[in-house]
C-alpha cells in the first residue's frame, strides 16, 4: 500500500496541532512510515472559526462526522472531539467498520475503556491511546512496551498540570487558593470550570488508564479514592516547607498488603500529598507532569515533561497514528494481545481504609492547658503515635494550630481518630489531614 488515508475528528487545539505537526514534518514521517499519508477528512462543528497557523481553506472540511466515519478508503481515525458522547459513538462507529482509532481522550477510556478495547480487539482493529496520558511524555507505549519483562510495583506522579501549577504557585509565593485559581484562568492554564483538575478527576481519569496497563487490572473509576485541592490552604503549605516538605497532587498505585492482611492487592488513589523536599517530584512545578515507575527488573524510572498543550500532545498522537501507518502500508495486522486486558495475574484493588502512610495533621484548639495531651490521647487510642508537634502561635482567647507528623498508621485507624479528635471540646474547626509518602524529610 502506498498511502494511509486518515480522517481527523474534532479541530479544536490538539487537532489543530495535528495538522500543524503534518504539514511541518510531512517528508521526516512519510519517511518513516513508508508510505504517503493523506489527510482525506477534518470534521468538526465550526468549519469557519479561524485556526492560528492553518488555512481552512486547504483543509478537507466537513461538519458530518459520517464523511469520516463511513468513507471505505479512510484507514486511521483520528478521535479528538472529547467527552463521553458523541465520543464513544464515533469510535465504537469507525471500529465496527474496521479502521483503526487514535484517540486522547482519557474521560472515554477511564469510563468506557472495557468496552472499546473488547470492541477494537473483536473486529481486528488498533485503538491506540498514547496522548491520553501525560501529554507529549512516552508514558503508555514505555509501559507496555518498555517494561514487558517487568512486574511493575508502582506507579505514582503529577498528572495533572492545572494542580501543579496552582501548588507551585502556591509553594513559591505564599498565596491562597482561590487567588492562584484566577490567575491561573487569565493565563489559560486552568478552564473557566476547573472542577476536573482541581478536584482530583482528572488525575484520576489517567490514572485508571495507568493501572489497567501497568498491572493490568481493571479499576471502576469510582472505585478511586479521589480528592482535589481545593482544601490545601496557603498555611499548610508553610508549614509543610518548614518540616521539610512540599505538597503535590499525587495519582498512586502501587502493590501492597500480604498474606495477614487480606493479601497482595494494589492500592489506587489520588489526593494531595506530602513528599520531601528533596525528593524529585518536589522539584516539578509549573504545568509539568512526572511519573515515577518501579519495576522488579528495572527498578525507578522517572519520566518528565510537558503533560499538556498543542504539539506535545498532538506529537502523541502522532507517535500512534505513525505506527498504525506503517503497519497498515506494510500489510502487518493488528494483534489483540497488544490491547489492555486483565491478566492471569490481576490483582484486587485495596480499600483506602486499609492503606498505611504518614500523616500531618493541623489541629485548630484553643490554647489551653491539656489540650495536646488530650489530642494525642485520641490518637493513642487508635494506634497512632506521633513523631514530632510543631506549635508556635500563643493567642489564648483564639483557636492556634497544632501542628503534628505521625509515625506510619492505618488509614481507617485515622479516619476514626480524626472523628474523635474533631467532637473534643477545645478543638474549633475539622482538623486537617494530609498523608505523607517517601519518608522522613
Not at 508514558?139 to 503529577?158: D, H, P, Q, T, Y
Not at 508549614?239 to 487480606?262: E, N, W
Amino acid at each position: 500500500m502506498n498511502e494511509v488515508r486518515l480522517g481527523l475528528l474534532g479541530l479544536g487545539t490538539v487537532g489543530a496541532g495535528v495538522v500543524k505537526l503534518l504539514d511541518a514534518q510531512r517528508a521526516t514521517l512519510e519517511e518513516r512510515a513508508g508510505c504517503r499519508l493523506r489527510l482525506a477528512a477534518v470534521a468538526d462543528v465550526d468549519v469557519t472559526r479561524r485556526r492560528e497557523g492553518l488555512d481552512l481553506a486547504k483543509l478537507p472540511m466537513t461538519t458530518d462526522a459520517a464523511r469520516v466515519l463511513d468513507d471505505p478508503s479512510i484507514h486511521v481515525v483520528i478521535e479528538l472531539v472529547g467527552g463521553l458522547e458523541p465520543a464513544r459513538s464515533f469510535i465504537l462507529r469507525a471500529l465496527a467498520a474496521g479502521k483503526h482509532v487514535v484517540t486522547a481522550n482519557k474521560a472515554l477510556l477511564a469510563h468506557h475503556g472495557a468496552e472499546l478495547y473488547d470492541e477494537a480487539r473483536r473486529r481486528g482493529v488498533t485503538l491506540a491511546f498514547e496522548a491520553a496520558v501525560a501529554g507529549g511524555i512516552p508514558l503508555i507505549r514505555a509501559v507496555k512496551e518498555g517494561l514487558v519483562a517487568n512486574r511493575i510495583l508502582s506507579v505514582f506522579g503529577i498528572v495533572n498540570g492545572t494542580s501543579n501549577y496552582i501548588l507551585s504557585k502556591m509553594t513559591d509565593e505564599g498565596l491562597d487558593f482561590a487567588m492562584v485559581l484566577k490567575e491561573a484562568q487569565a493565563q489559560g492554564y486552568a478552564e473557566a470550570d476547573p472542577t476536573f483538575d482541581v478536584e482530583g478527576l482528572d488525575s484520576a481519569h489517567k490514572l485508571q488508564i495507568l493501572v489497567t496497563i501497568a498491572f493490568r487490572t481493571f479499576i471502576d473509576l469510582k472505585d478511586i479514592h479521589t480528592e482535589g485541592i481545593t482544601r490545601v490552604t496557603a498555611q499548610d503549605i508553610a508549614y509543610a516547607r518548614d518540616l521539610g516538605y512540599r505538597i503535590k497532587l499525587l495519582a498512586i498505585a502501587k502493590t501492597s498488603g500480604d498474606a495477614g492482611s487480606g493479601g497482595t492487592g494494589v492500592e489506587v488513589r489520588v489526593h494531595p500529598t506530602m513528599i520531601p523536599a528533596r525528593a524529585p517530584l518536589a522539584a516539578v512545578s509549573g504545568v509539568f507532569n512526572a511519573v515515577f515507575i518501579t519495576g522488579d527488573a528495572v527498578g525507578d524510572l522517572m519520566f518528565y515533561g510537558r503533560g499538556a498543550g498543542q504539539l506535545p500532545t498532538a506529537s502523541a498522537v502522532w507517535s500512534d497514528v505513525l505506527e498504525i501507518a506503517r503497519r497498515t502500508a506494510h500489510g502487518i495486522p493488528a494483534l489483540g494481545l497488544e490491547l489492555p486486558a486483565v491478566g492471569a495475574g490481576a490483582l484486587p484493588l485495596r480499600s483506602i481504609d486499609t492503606v498505611r502512610c504518614c500523616y500531618y495533621l493541623r489541629v485548630m484548639a484553643q490554647d489551653r492547658p491539656g489540650v495536646l495531651s488530650r489530642v494525642a490521647g485520641v490518637l493513642g487510642q487508635h494506634d497512632i503515635s506521633i513523631a514530632s508537634v510543631l506549635q508556635r502561635e500563643r493567642a489564648p482567647r483564639e483557636a492556634v494550630p497544632i501542628v503534628m507528623m505521625t509515625h506510619e498508621a492505618r488509614e481507617l485507624d485515622m479516619r476514626r481518630a480524626l472523628a474523635a479528635i474533631d467532637r473534643l471540646p477545645d478543638v474549633a474547626t475539622a482538623t486537617t489531614m494530609i498523608r505523607v509518602e517517601g519518608g522522613p524529610a
